[in-house]
């Protein structure tokens, strides 16, 4: 499947999810429908899709992923899923997006949500067939990532696979904002923590290599010659003129890259799976 086909899948799917959800809540609806899925998020959801290949009926845990992709496997696939969060709003968010679209439970082909700490998961041993994790655990201070990985490979089954897809670039680097982050406040003008962009070493010291799971795939993911991240960040609210667009934008101007490419890592997407 080619970059743009996959995309317009993408595109599509988050389509459905406002067109779903519209008529019982108008306001997150229209807001999916005019952002029917971001740059990168494209581009995530369609690593996630292609490694998530399970049987009908698997369960699954979602580790604070942007919650559409959640509805589109429960949709597609009759997943199963369990989507968590360590804010309180974004669970009743995530509620009032399955309720509207009639997914929500505890059941294959529905969605439930609850507030989870992924750096100390209150699930047994092997509860799930696989989990995910998009763009989060970049954002969980201190040594958090690395307890989040070694969680998620707990809660999973022996042979389930954990999908992560976080920044990348060639030197490791740590951002820090003067605002609250999540469910931390900030206290005086002390900065705190937003995320990190890992190296190759710090992915494999930090992520890879929590333990109990081999790498079944890593591919990094970046732009070439038109650096179309950056331009869309300085649009600012003219940037909301494409977001019906931002999807083939994503097609294409994200791509796998190698270093021995003239283009930008920016991010990396893998796949590990538990060992017996």
């Given amino acids: 499947m080619s970059r743009l086909v996959a995309a317009l899948d993408v595109w599509g799917a988050g389509l459905r999810t406002g067109l779903g959800t519209v008529r019982a809540e108008p306001v997150l609806g229209l807001k999916r429908l005019l952002l029917p899925v971001s740059y990168?998020?494209?581009?995530?959801?369609?690593?996630?899709?292609?490694?998530?290949?399970?049987?009908?009926g698997a369960r699954l845990l979602d580790l604070g992923s942007p919650k559409e992709l959640a509805f589109i496997l429960a949709r597609r696939r009759a997943f199963e899923?369990?989507?968590?969060?360590?804010?309180?709003?974004?669970?009743?968010?995530?509620?009032?997006?399955?309720?509207?679209?009639?997914?929500?439970g505890h059941a294959a082909g529905r969605v439930s949500s609850e507030v989870q700490d992924g750096r100390a998961l209150t699930y047994p041993d092997g509860s799930f067939d696989a989990a995910f994790a998009v763009s989060v655990v970049e954002h969980i201070p201190d040594d958090g990532d690395t307890a989040a990985m070694r969680e998620?490979?707990?809660?999973?089954?022996?042979?389930?696979?954990?999908?992560?897809t976080t920044p990348y670039?060639?030197?490791?680097?740590?951002?820090?904002?003067?605002?609250?982050?999540?469910?931390?406040?900030?206290?005086?003008n002390n900065p705190i923590f937003f995320e990190r962009h890992y190296d190759r070493e710090a992915l494999e010291r930090r992520l890879l290599s929590a333990g109990g799971a081999r790498v079944v795939d890593l591919e990094l993911w970046g732009e070439g010659t038109i650096r179309m991240e950056r331009i869309l960040s300085r649009l600012g609210r003219l940037r909301d003129v494409?977001?019906?667009f931002e999807a083939v934008l994503s097609a294409t101007c994200l791509r796998p890259v190698s270093g021995g490419q003239a283009a930008h890592p920016m991010?990396?997407?893998?796949?590990?799976?538990?060992?017996?």
Avoid: N
């Fill in 40 to 56: 990168w998020r494209t581009a995530e959801f369609g690593y996630a899709l292609r490694q998530l290949q399970l049987p009908r």
């Fill in 81 to 104: 899923i369990v989507a968590t969060d360590i804010l309180p709003e974004a669970i009743d968010l995530t509620r009032r997006y399955a309720l509207a679209q009639g997914v929500l």
């Fill in 152 to 164: 998620l490979i707990r809660v999973v089954k022996p042979g389930g696979l954990i999908v992560i």
């Fill in 169 to 188: 670039g060639t030197a490791y680097r740590e951002t820090f904002v003067q605002r609250r982050v999540y469910e931390r406040e900030q206290e005086g």
């Fill in 242 to 244: 494409l977001s019906p």
């Fill in 267 to 276: 991010a990396a997407f893998f796949t590990l799976q538990k060992l017996p």
